[in-house]
């Protein structure tokens, strides 16, 4: 009895080596679609076998920890994409303003899904010295009021007005005289105030919650001026008394700010 228990376990132990061999792999084959695979035959059957990289745990944790954020940040941006957005675009002028209250109706906007906020733009001033008839004497003028310790830079973005200096810009024509009376008394005589944008009512147009259709469709509309529709620069109730559609009602705008 134990001669015959020894004898099936010898047995037994020889056909599992001989099955880690490969030796029973033809009569498997022969049955299969495709023939067992073993090292280092499947890795040689890879498509790219030399980008198998074995990683230490730590280079693996790493790599796992940077698919999972950008797994999550892909998700995040889909979320966004799906999410209601605020657009605007403007600020236009009164012209302007109808032109690009015509082009949202006829993209068949509904009007309660647009706004349009109005402002006061009080305009924009500079105290101003030139126009100058050779660059030279521009120099000689910046020469001088350098000696004043009074600031002064040449204009930018101004043909009509160039070549000339500008003493400082201002939102209120107010604030402007005032800084010509402070020049004079410096001894500034041949400066004055010019006007570069005269005040007006400017008029912004809001979608404050645009859905990805409504996106892609204010994408295609070409407005009177500017970028077209983007991003709210504030929440959609930030601007007070807004009025849906064309009746827009009125905030005034910022107070006047020097510049230099």
């Known amino acids: 009895m134990l001669r015959l228990l020894a004898l099936c376990l010898l047995v037994g132990n020889a056909l599992l080596l001989a099955a880690q061999f490969g030796v029973f792999d033809r009569l498997v084959a022969a049955g299969a679609a495709q023939p067992p695979q073993r090292e280092p035959e499947r890795l040689q059957r890879q498509v790219n076998p030399q980008a198998v990289r074995i990683l230490p745990p730590q280079a693996a944790s790493a790599a796992l ?3 999972a954020a950008a797994t999550a940040q892909a998700a995040a941006a889909a979320s966004r994409a799906r999410a209601p957005a605020c657009l605007e675009a403007g600020p236009f002028g009164a012209a302007e303003a109808e032109a690009a209250e015509r082009t949202l109706r006829d993209a068949g906007l509904a009007p309660a899904s647009w706004q349009a906020l109005s402002r006061d733009d009080s305009g924009s001033f500079i105290v101003y010295m030139g126009r100058y008839a050779e660059r030279e004497l521009l ?9 004043l310790k009074i600031d002064a830079e040449e204009l930018q973005g101004a043909p009509a007005l160039q070549p000339g200096l500008s003493l400082g810009r201002y939102d209120e024509r107010a604030a402007a005289d005032a800084a010509l009376a402070t020049l004079a008394e410096r001894g500034v005589r041949t ?5 570069l944008r005269a005040p007006q009512q400017q008029t912004m147009f809001r979608v404050a919650a645009a859905d990805a259709a409504i996106r892609a469709r204010l994408a295609g509309l070409a407005m009177p001026s500017g970028p077209g529709f983007v991003d709210c620069a504030g929440p959609p109730g930030a601007a007070s008394a807004a009025a849906p559609a064309s009746a827009a009602a009125s905030a005034p705008a910022g107070a006047s700010r020097n510049g230099r």
């Not at 400066?191 to 006007?195: D, F, I, L, P, S």
Request: cysteine-free.
């Open 191 to 195: 400066a004055r105030v010019v006007t």
């Open 65 to 67: 920890a940077e698919a």
């Open 139 to 147: 120099q000689r003028k910046l020469d001088e009021l350098k000696r």
